[in-house]
């Protein structure tokens, strides 16, 4: 997978966001799956009646309109609160493109080469468990084949006294490099994190004040966090506290409560990022061209 791939598979990829679905078209009056503008809800009602699920939105737009937004089902099943716009969910692992779009604007600044070994932008003897002496490119992390499996320490915060600055993080969670850079494909929210380290060093800027200023605030994302305790934006961390984890019972098929606190994602730039679905669509549409095709 290259950088192409990468920021065209916002569009799509995102249909992994836990219950919420966006998908992105061309300004015509078809989809290019054939489906009439117009029959656009009654399609997205027609699959949602057939799925089981506590809440979801999804939305379907171009380059310039939203044809459609829909919130289904509760955001709390037993106070009976309905989904609505305002409500907030977790990005999960689409947060990575914040970071691959802040990674091309240093790039395109100057700032960041993408083929120069990142040790060059990072602290002397950062990394301490590389097996291999090889280069290290931005692109390897972009391609999530820098030679790290995923970490096996945990990458997960149930308190905010768990959470760190971003490079004491990396550090505590740094996994085995086992590969040669270049030579296996494996996923890596270490390699993400590091990536948004290195956008944070270069920059000169605090990661989560990066994304707000160069992504959020130029786009109009009022309603968006980056920060995995929410402290960037106290509108989300309240909808937040809104919300309640569900599980399918797998012995009678019902929806129940999981029980579980949100947990909070210490490697931020990997997957923390959490907001409503009409900035969702803001972000898609930015990066559609003005023929609304994703590049």
Not at 175 to 197: K, W
Request: glycine share 6%.
């Amino acid at each position: 997978m290259n950088i192409k791939k990468i920021i065209t598979a916002v569009a799509s990829a995102v249909l992994l966001i836990p219950n919420m679905a966006v998908t992105a078209y061309a300004a015509e009056d078809v989809t290019p799956s054939g489906c009439k503008f117009s029959e656009i809800e009654s399609r997205i009602k027609e699959k949602i009646a057939d799925s089981k699920f506590a809440s979801l939105e999804t939305a379907v737009f171009t380059k310039d309109e939203t044809l459609y937004t829909g919130c289904f089902g509760n955001a709390d099943q037993e106070e009976n609160i309905p989904a609505d716009e305002d409500t907030v969910y977790d990005w999960g692992s689409i947060t990575k493109t914040l970071t691959w779009v802040s990674v091309m604007q240093l790039n395109e600044q100057g700032k960041l080469d993408l083929d120069t070994d990142i040790r060059t932008y990072l602290p002397d003897g950062f990394l301490k468990k590389l097996k291999y002496d090889d280069t290290i490119t931005m692109m390897n992390l972009m391609n999530h084949d820098a030679g790290w499996c995923e970490t096996t320490y945990t990458i997960w915060a149930a308190d905010t006294d768990d959470l760190t600055d971003l490079g004491t993080m990396l550090q505590d969670i740094e996994p085995p490099q086992i590969y040669h850079p270049g030579e296996v494909t494996t996923y890596s929210n270490f390699g993400a994190a590091l990536a948004g380290y290195i956008v944070e060093r270069v920059s000169g800027e605090d990661y989560v004040d990066y994304i707000r200023h160069h992504i959020y605030e130029p786009l109009g994302m009022e309603h968006t966090s980056i920060a995995p305790d929410f402290s960037d934006n106290e509108w989300v961390r309240e909808r937040s506290m809104k919300l309640k984890g569900y599980a399918v019972n797998p012995m009678n098929g019902k929806i129940m409560p999981n029980g579980l606190p949100r947990a909070m994602v210490k490697p931020y730039p990997a997957g923390s990022a959490c907001g409503t679905i009409s900035d969702f669509v803001r972000y898609g549409q930015a990066l559609l061209d003005e023929n609304g095709t994703a590049f």
